[in-house]
């Protein structure tokens, strides 16, 4: 690949909004974004035109057969997910994929497969995991600046008024909490721990069968516990907690993009950890989108911030909670 990776945008919902601007107006990012597709013409017409996008496909097959595309950014609800970044794929792209990746672990296991057959890049956009604060919170664990970790507490979780006709409600479409919000915590979770060795779920369930309020208790063979809960009908703190042996590392509101933590060694004064300065006025996202940037041009095929085998181990928890609190979407029922 040149020197410059070209981007095509498939979706033009909130988070494709969101993720284009970051992409834009990341200074000097090797990334341009050159065609965008929507399961409209005339929606992908008016989201070219608001970022000053050239081509608007009104079919993602369009899109994925535009040769100047290298990568495609999947921003569809999670139920589209698999088609639409196998589609990518079987079309020779590179491919980055909102969160939760899939409805569930055998979608994953499709998708990282056929990536692997072909040679072709493949990531969640788990842009927790791209944070610089969080990064470095992974590199004080490991060098054991707060011991061996016992517990991880997090949650994730807003009082929203959604209607029968939001996607957070349709099973179909992936709906409830738990793969929108509770990918954060469990991801969390796991970027520490690895995949647990045990998973318990309890959860409210709205009458569609989607879950609107879950806890989660993931259990690991070394001793160490995940305390964990996501909701779509309570204010939850949104925070994270990470306590070991020699200290605690406490994450404020909105823990999943940090730009500051706390980190409490043991017999000393707590310290204050804050984000570099860095491009202002922008979501979070431009970090998940330099690092696809950065693999592509390097000629990787997966990055090792956002490895497809720890999305894998995060939708097997996700099915395993799924099962214990007695959430099915229709896809779970195609082999
Ligand atoms: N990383 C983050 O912080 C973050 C934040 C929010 C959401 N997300 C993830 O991003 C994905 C989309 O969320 P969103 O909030 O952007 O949703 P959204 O606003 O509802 O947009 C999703 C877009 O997908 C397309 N779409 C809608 N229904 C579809 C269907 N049944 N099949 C195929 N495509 C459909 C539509 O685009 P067209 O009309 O153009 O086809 C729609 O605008 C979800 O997986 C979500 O978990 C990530």
Same mark, same amino acid.
């Given at each position: ?39 409209? +013409? ?50 020779? =792209?590179?491919? *980055?994929?909102? =969160? ?16 692997? +057959?072909?040679? *072709? ?57 738990? *793969? ?91 310290? =204050? ?8 006025? *922008? ?38 909670v799924r099962d214990r609190i007695g959430v099915r ?7």
């Amino acid at each position: 690949m040149s020197g410059t990776v070209r981007w095509g945008v498939l979706a033009t919902g909130g988070i494709a909004a969101r993720f284009t601007e970051d992409l834009l107006a990341m200074p000097d990012s090797g990334a341009e974004v050159v065609a965008v597709a929507s399961r409209t +013409e005339a929606s992908a017409r008016a989201f070219a035109d608001r970022f000053g996008i050239e081509r608007a496909y009104g079919s993602w097959a369009e899109l994925v057969a535009d040769d100047s595309v290298d990568v495609v950014y999947v921003a569809t609800p999670h139920s589209a997910h698999r088609e639409a970044a196998g589609l990518a794929l079987e079309a020779g =792209k590179h491919v *980055l994929c909102e =969160k939760a990746f899939t409805l569930n672990a055998r979608e994953a296991r499709e998708l990282a497969g056929l990536a692997r +057959e072909r040679g *072709l890049f493949l990531m969640e956009a788990m842009w927790t995991y791209c944070n610089p604060l969080i990064r470095r919170i992974t590199e004080l664990v490991r060098d054991g600046a707060i011991g061996e970790i016992r517990t991880v507490q997090a949650d994730f979780g807003f009082a929203g008024t959604f209607g029968a006709e939001h996607r957070l409600r349709d099973p179909a479409l992936g709906g409830g909490a738990l *793969l929108d919000l509770g990918v954060y915590p469990v991801s969390f979770a796991q970027l520490l721990l690895g995949e647990p060795d045990r998973v318990q779920a309890d959860a409210l369930l709205s009458p569609e069968g989607v879950d609107l309020n879950t806890g989660m208790l993931l259990g690991w063979d070394s001793g160490a516990t995940a305390l964990l809960s996501c909701s779509i009908v309570a204010n939850l703190p949104t925070s994270a907690t990470v306590t070991g042996t020699e200290g605690r590392i406490d994450l404020p509101r909105d823990f999943f993009h940090p730009d500051h933590f706390f980190l409490h060694r043991s017999g000393r004064e707590p310290e =204050k950890v804050v984000t570099g300065p860095g491009p202002q006025g *922008l979501s979070g996202m431009q970090y998940e989108a330099a690092e696809v940037t950065r693999a592509l041009l390097a000629g990787e095929t997966e990055s090792p911030l956002v490895p497809l085998d720890g999305s894998l181990a995060v939708m097997r928890t996700l099915d395993a909670v799924r099962d214990r609190i007695g959430v099915r979407y229709p896809a779970d029922d195609r082999a």
